[in-house]
């Protein structure tokens, strides 16, 4: 085995993390997009340990796969003597898989505690099983379970599990830091060394206890293993898994290595939050590679040196996975950040500096109240639109009075009562609500939908309270971030008071500019597109 091999058991060991759940469903369409992304072998499930994973491994069958060859995993039999009747055995034979990855025990701590079985029994376990399984046609993975702590503890008791497994024709044997408290200094050392007692082609499963999956993952490949497991995003029991994520791009473009296909290594972004969304788990905004702030720069001396060589702050093309440099807006911006994003939004800035040295005062004046520009690019377009002259608000709030009543009956009631001028017109409306702000966004809405209908279409899909100088308790600031959407686009925007209903006015009027603002101006720009074709 000359290239890499990757071994991805998301929908297995994946699924053993907390709060991670898969319809059969889902598993397919995961098992597709992993496939298309150029992955060796897909662990699909236990059969032995549940009727869903059975199903998945029929449903699996009418899948046409281009590369990937699905897995099934489970354990050596319970007794040396009774493999060919064993149940777990009889559901992977059933399965029906090109591949199965078996574990042993390789810890004699787990050989005698676990299974009450002499060192020879266990062993003839190991090659019983293997054997057997490989006599029927199978690729057979072996996974020395808890193979690192078993040989840091008794390493001739480890490697004779893990050659028994070899005479018996596994195809590769993979070694597990099952605990997942391995260093990377170990595994360079504990696979230099088996490496040199075994002939067959060696693996890495690693767990992220200690937070080095990755790390120990790529030093079992610096010391020759040439196939590596793990999951996608890290999911997985505990820690979770060493994560393919990141892995995989480290593998191609840091260790130079190559993999069995050729992957489009570009989708890796793409795979992950598809992944995160059909877990219905938050994508880590902080993961490497594929992280939303994976290539954010905030300091303004690191987006001046960016902009002249992205090199200087950046380890990699972010384009080579998937992903894309983002510039934040904050207290630490300088001119450069207000250039880029300037750029970014396509809005052309004045050549003089003064302008951006002006307006990167007026924002850090804004911060120091509380206002945070990073996470609502809505609010700072429309800030920044209003000091070059090309925006002001479509209405103006005048009045606005929030009534916030509790009955006898124990009923809470929320009023909203709004004066909003537009183009010179008031329009006095009140409406209800679930929630003072939510009656608020009601009134607002209603004031305004005879002057512009299509705010219909705006939803609000996100809504985030922060308590600004908490030590001030109830007379604290907030700021509110809100997050809307139209079905196509979404766009976040920010609001700060002392008062929260203030904020959330704040943050809401500025959700509704900005929307009204960006479909003038698309409408203007098709206009003109018509008049000079």
Same mark, same amino acid.
């Given at each position: 085995?000359?290239?890499?091999?990757?071994?991805?058991?998301?929908?297995?060991?994946?699924?053993?993390?907390?709060?991670?759940?898969?319809?059969?469903?889902?598993?397919?369409?995961?098992?597709?997009?992993?496939?298309?992304?150029?992955?060796?072998?897909?662990?699909?499930?236990?059969?032995?340990?549940?009727?869903?994973?059975?199903?998945?491994?029929?449903?699996?069958?009418?899948?046409?796969?281009?590369?990937?060859?699905?897995?099934?995993?489970?354990?050596?039999?319970?007794?040396?003597?009774?493999?060919?009747?064993?149940?777990?055995?009889?559901? #992977?034979?059933?399965?029906?898989?090109?591949?199965?990855?078996?574990?042993?025990?390789?810890?004699?701590?787990?050989?005698?505690?676990?299974?009450?079985?002499?060192?020879?029994?266990?062993?003839?376990?190991?090659?019983?099983?293997?054997?057997?399984?490989?006599?029927?046609?199978?690729?057979?993975?072996?996974?020395?379970?808890?193979?690192?702590?078993?040989?840091?503890?008794?390493?001739?008791?480890?490697?004779?599990?893990?050659?028994?497994?070899?005479?018996?024709?596994?195809?590769?044997?993979?070694?597990?830091?099952?605990?997942?408290?391995?260093?990377?200094?170990?595994?360079?050392?504990?696979?230099?060394?088996?490496?040199?007692?075994?002939?067959?082609?060696?693996?890495?499963?690693?767990?992220?206890?200690?937070?080095?999956?990755?790390?120990?993952?790529?030093?079992?490949?610096?010391?020759?293993?040439?196939?590596?497991?793990?999951?996608?995003?890290?999911?997985?029991?505990?820690?979770?898994?060493?994560?393919?994520?990141?892995?995989?791009?480290?593998?191609?473009?840091?260790?130079?290595?190559?993999?069995?296909?050729?992957?489009?290594?570009?989708?890796?972004?793409?795979?992950?939050?598809?992944?995160?969304?059909?877990?219905?788990?938050?994508?880590?905004?902080?993961?490497?590679?594929?992280?939303? =702030?994976?290539?954010?720069?905030?300091?303004?001396?690191?987006?001046?040196?960016?902009?002249?060589?992205?090199?200087?702050?950046?380890?990699?093309?972010?384009?080579?996975?998937?992903?894309?440099?983002?510039?934040?807006?904050?207290?630490?911006?300088?001119?450069?950040?207000?250039?880029?994003?300037?750029?970014?939004?396509?809005?052309?800035?004045?050549?003089?500096?003064?302008? =951006?040295?002006?307006?990167?005062?007026?924002?850090?004046?804004?911060?120091?109240?509380?206002?945070?520009?990073?996470?609502?690019?809505?609010?700072?377009?429309?800030?920044?639109? =209003?000091? #070059?002259?090309?925006?002001?608000?479509?209405?103006?709030?005048?009045?606005?009075?929030?009534?916030?009543?509790?009955?006898?009956?124990?009923?809470?009631?929320?009023?909203?009562?709004?004066?909003?001028?537009?183009?010179?017109?008031?329009?006095?409306?009140?409406?209800?609500?679930?929630?003072?702000?939510?009656?608020?966004?009601?009134? #607002?809405?209603?004031?305004?939908?005879?002057?512009?209908?299509?705010?219909?279409?705006?939803?609000?899909?996100?809504?985030?309270?922060?308590?600004?100088?908490?030590?001030?308790?109830?007379?604290?600031?907030?700021?509110?971030?809100?997050?809307?959407?139209?079905?196509?686009?979404?766009? =976040?925007?920010?609001?700060?008071?002392?008062?929260?209903?203030?904020?959330?006015?704040?943050?809401?009027?500025?959700?509704?500019?900005?929307?009204?603002?960006?479909?003038?101006?698309?409408?203007?720009?098709?206009?003109?597109?018509?008049?000079?074709?």
């Amino acid at each position: 085995m000359s290239y890499i091999e990757l071994f991805d058991t998301t929908l297995r060991d994946g699924t053993q993390g907390e709060g991670i759940n898969l319809s059969i469903h889902d598993k397919l369409l995961i098992t597709q997009k992993l496939d298309d992304y150029g992955i060796d072998i897909i662990e699909g499930g236990w059969p032995g340990s549940n009727p869903r994973d059975e199903q998945f491994f029929q449903e699996v069958k009418k899948l046409h796969l281009s590369h990937s060859k699905i897995c099934a995993f489970g354990s050596t039999a319970r007794y040396p003597d009774k493999i060919e009747t064993d149940p777990n055995l009889v559901a #992977l034979i059933k399965a029906d898989t090109p591949v199965i990855s078996i574990f042993g025990k390789t810890w004699r701590f787990h050989s005698q505690v676990s299974l009450g079985l002499t060192d020879e029994e266990n062993e003839r376990l190991i090659f019983n099983t293997v054997k057997f399984l490989k006599d029927i046609g199978r690729e057979i993975v072996f996974d020395a379970e808890h193979f690192f702590d078993g040989y840091k503890d008794d390493s001739e008791f480890a490697l004779k599990m893990l050659l028994a497994a070899e005479k018996a024709g596994a195809d590769v044997l993979v070694l597990c830091d099952t605990n997942g408290g391995s260093l990377p200094n170990e595994i360079l050392s504990i696979v230099t060394e088996v490496k040199t007692r075994v002939k067959t082609p060696l693996g890495i499963h690693a767990h992220n206890d200690g937070e080095l999956g990755v790390a120990n993952s790529l030093m079992a490949i610096q010391a020759g293993a040439v196939h590596v497991q793990g999951t996608m995003n890290g999911v997985g029991e505990r820690c979770g898994n060493a994560n393919l994520c990141s892995i995989i791009p480290n593998i191609i473009f840091k260790l130079k290595k190559e993999t069995n296909k050729i992957l489009d290594v570009e989708k890796t972004t793409t795979i992950s939050h598809f992944i995160s969304e059909l877990m219905n788990i938050m994508p880590n905004n902080r993961a490497a590679f594929v992280g939303h =702030s994976a290539f954010a720069h905030k300091g303004g001396i690191h987006v001046s040196s960016v902009l002249k060589d992205s090199r200087m702050y950046e380890h990699l093309d972010p384009k080579k996975v998937g992903n894309y440099q983002r510039v934040i807006v904050s207290d630490l911006s300088g001119q450069s950040n207000i250039r880029y994003k300037a750029k970014e939004l396509g809005i052309d800035l004045p050549a003089e500096k003064e302008f =951006s040295k002006n307006f990167v005062e007026y924002l850090k004046t804004l911060e120091y109240e509380g206002f945070q520009f990073d996470g609502a690019e809505g609010t700072f377009e429309l800030l920044l639109r =209003s000091e #070059l002259k090309q925006y002001k608000p479509f209405f103006n709030v005048t009045y606005a009075k929030i009534n916030v009543l509790k009955d006898q009956n124990d009923v809470s009631y929320s009023e909203a009562v709004l004066k909003v001028e537009v183009d010179s017109e008031l329009e006095h409306t009140a409406a209800d609500g679930n929630g003072p702000v939510n009656a608020l966004d009601s009134a #607002l809405r209603k004031a305004l939908m005879r002057f512009y209908p299509e705010i219909a279409n705006i939803k609000l899909i996100d809504y985030k309270v922060r308590v600004l100088g908490e030590k001030d308790g109830t007379q604290a600031k907030v700021r509110v971030l809100i997050e809307s959407s139209d079905g196509e686009n979404t766009w =976040s925007t920010v609001g700060v008071s002392p008062n929260i209903i203030e904020a959330s006015l704040m943050a809401l009027s500025d959700s509704i500019n900005f929307s009204l603002f960006k479909s003038r101006k698309e409408k203007k720009i098709g206009s003109d597109v018509t008049a000079v074709s």
